[in-house]
């Protein structure tokens, strides 16, 4: 065989070589086609993007501030952190609270006074302000009894006095005896009692402007029930609780929890302040300056609604 007849097979057997790949190839191509292409058949995709499940939880209450500080006025408005504003015009229950409501007496607990103490004579000054509706810092709501008065900043004592019934004595012999419904700040004197200026005009004409006096606390005798209201925006996570209607002073609350009975911060608009929601809608437990308490139970947690009770403490 010559070398150009060796040449020429060699090239023959390229050529054969690269027909074989060629046809292989198109043979493998046309094989996955039909087989993408028949009913049934599934492609699988990449998986997706995890897509997270959203759980709701209940906001936990923040820290109510108790950092307000009321101005004497006929429509205070005093708020903290997490405590919105009272209406002026808050609901009644239409009738006595559900359950049970127990009132216990605690003869034994002596006295819970503030400054303020029973069986104790003040001096001072009475002056006269336009109390409007007789709303006021301790946020009672309108007056129907006209008979209140502004305890100065000293003795009213972050809302000790609120509800407090003082009789005030003039020099001229005349007294009249008001209901704590507001706080006077500065420049009333520790002592000073600001009347309204229907309560003024019992012991002196308005334009005296101040007249020296002597006061006291006393326990009246004809008086109801106490109410206990939820501040507006209380709920089981907060919650701020209000005795009105009191006979005394009150000294202190309580709530039940599951840990016992745990005592409420009170602040200078007269509520106490359940942060964290702890004892809200269960039983409450009032002690007066004299060491009584009450305890009532079977209130749900009405905001801005006024729920009666069966409960008042003892006069003295």
């Known amino acids: 065989m010559t070398t150009r007849q060796a040449a020429r097979q060699r090239r023959r057997r390229q050529r054969l070589v690269l027909g074989t790949t060629v046809a292989v190839t198109a043979a493998g191509v046309l094989a996955y086609l039909v087989m993408t292409l028949l009913p049934g058949h599934k492609v699988e995709a990449a998986p997706a993007a995890a897509t997270p499940l959203a759980t709701t939880q209940p906001k936990a209450a923040s820290s109510a501030s108790v950092s307000a500080t009321p101005s004497r006025s006929s429509s205070p408005s005093a708020s903290g952190s997490a405590s919105p504003k009272t209406t002026a015009s808050p609901k009644t229950a239409k009738s006595s609270a559900k359950g049970p409501q127990k009132a216990s007496r605690a003869s034994s607990t002596p006295p819970a006074a503030g400054r303020i103490r029973p069986a104790t004579s003040y001096q001072g000054v009475a002056t006269?302000?336009?109390?409007?509706?007789?709303?006021?810092?301790?946020?009672?709501?309108?007056?129907?009894?006209?008979m209140i008065a502004?305890?100065?900043?000293?003795?009213?004592?972050?809302?000790?006095?609120?509800?407090?019934?003082?009789?005030?004595r003039a020099a001229n012999g005349k007294s009249i005896t008001v209901r704590i419904t507001n706080e006077c700040p500065l420049p009333c004197a520790p002592g000073q009692i600001d009347?309204?200026?229907?309560?003024?005009?019992?012991?002196?004409?308005?334009?005296?402007?101040?007249?020296?006096?002597?006061?006291?606390?006393v326990s009246p005798s004809s008086i109801g029930t106490m109410s206990i209201r939820y501040k507006t925006g209380s709920s089981a996570y907060w919650c701020?609780?209000?005795?009105?209607?009191?006979?005394?002073?009150?000294?202190?609350?309580?709530v039940r929890t599951g840990g016992g009975w745990r005592q409420l911060p009170r602040t200078s608009f007269n509520y106490f302040i359940s942060a964290d929601g702890?004892?809200?809608?269960?039983?409450?437990?009032?002690?007066?300056?004299?060491?009584?308490?009450?305890?009532?139970?079977?209130?749900?947690?009405?905001?801005?609604?006024?729920q009666p009770t069966r409960a008042q403490f003892a006069q003295h």
């Open 128 to 146: 006269a302000y336009e109390a409007g509706v007789g709303d006021g810092a301790c946020l009672f709501g309108p007056s129907p009894d006209m």
């Open 150 to 168: 502004a305890m100065n900043t000293t003795d009213y004592q972050t809302s000790r006095a609120c509800g407090a019934y003082v009789l005030v």
């Open 195 to 217: 009347l309204s200026q229907q309560a003024f005009a019992k012991l002196a004409d308005l334009k005296v402007g101040r007249l020296p006096i002597t006061w006291r606390l």
């Open 240 to 254: 701020g609780i209000q005795v009105i209607g009191h006979r005394n002073p009150v000294a202190r609350l309580e």
């Open 278 to 306: 702890s004892g809200c809608g269960k039983a409450i437990r009032v002690t007066d300056i004299y060491g009584e308490q009450l305890t009532v139970s079977g209130l749900a947690v009405l905001p801005n609604v006024v």
